[in-house]
């Protein structure tokens, strides 16, 4: 499948993920972040449940200190 | 545009800042002296010691609260902008109420957790609401890892990797960099 990972084109070979999946792939793995798929917040609790497919909008937003 | 064009323009819009540290005092005033319409400033801090090493506040402001400090250095630099003051830490309940008004929010808080509640908050509360974001301007050096990235109604402004610890502080170049790109942010967005 082909979806849009903050803001730019990412191909991968299965045809859904869920977010747990995906951040497993992308190895992002810090701790504070906002993941909105198709401009809806998907919450903490939902990551192992929600399930990413083609074409979707994906950004995640990783969150530090600092200001 | 002229300067006078400018801001007659800025006159009518109101910006949000939650926050008045590093990046909240600085952005406020930078949008002060443009000539921002109202500004709508929350923080329940007081100003100590230690910010002064990059936030807009003088040494004879130690002890003051930090949205009295900061009005008062803004009317000295510009008595025409209007200017709401919240000494209250803000949480999901007050946060939307308070900046219902705003044409656009600048997130200036110092820690990640109170960023994520915000930026969350935004997304289910104020969907259309643009909401300006600092994230990542520890240390020093590096300029040319600040960038802006946007996301729909979200604007990051920030390295997006520098976070601050005892040994990568904040301090003012990078701070007021990053303060200055979001204000410079809202300008964009108002001025279309």
């Known amino acids: 499948m082909n979806i849009v990972l903050n803001n730019r084109e990412e191909s991968f070979e299965q045809s859904t993920l869920t977010i747990t999946r995906l951040l497993h792939i992308k190895n992002f793995t810090f701790k504070m972040l906002v993941i909105k798929v198709n401009g809806q917040l998907v919450k903490k609790d939902e990551y192992n449940s929600y399930v990413i497919k083609d074409g979707d909008d994906v950004n995640v937003l990783h969150l530090i200190s600092g200001g | ?192």
């Open chain 2, 1 to 192: 545009m002229t300067f006078e064009e400018i801001r007659e323009r800025l006159k009518n819009f109101t910006a949000g800042i939650a926050g008045a540290g590093g990046l909240g005092s600085n952005c406020a005033v930078a949008l002060a002296r443009v000539g921002i319409g109202k500004l709508i400033i929350a923080d329940f801090d007081i100003v100590s010691e230690s910010n002064l090493n990059r936030q807009y506040y003088f040494r004879d402001q130690v002890g003051m609260k930090k949205v009295e400090a900061l009005k008062e250095n803004i009317l000295r630099i510009n008595p025409d902008v209007e200017i709401e003051i919240h000494d209250i830490k803000l949480n999901q309940s007050n946060l939307s109420t308070i900046y219902k008004e705003c044409h656009v929010l600048v997130e200036a808080f110092d820690l990640a957790e109170m960023k994520k509640m915000l930026i969350e908050t935004c997304i289910s509360e104020l969907p259309d609401k643009p909401v300006v974001v600092g994230l990542g301007m520890a240390g020093w050096g590096d300029s040319n890892s600040i960038h802006l990235r946007k996301s729909e109604n979200i604007y990051i402004c920030g390295d997006e990797k520098s976070e601050i610890s005892e040994i990568n502080p904040p301090l003012a170049p990078r701070v007021a960099m990053v303060a200055n790109l979001q204000a410079n942010t809202v300008l964009e967005i108002l001025i279309k």
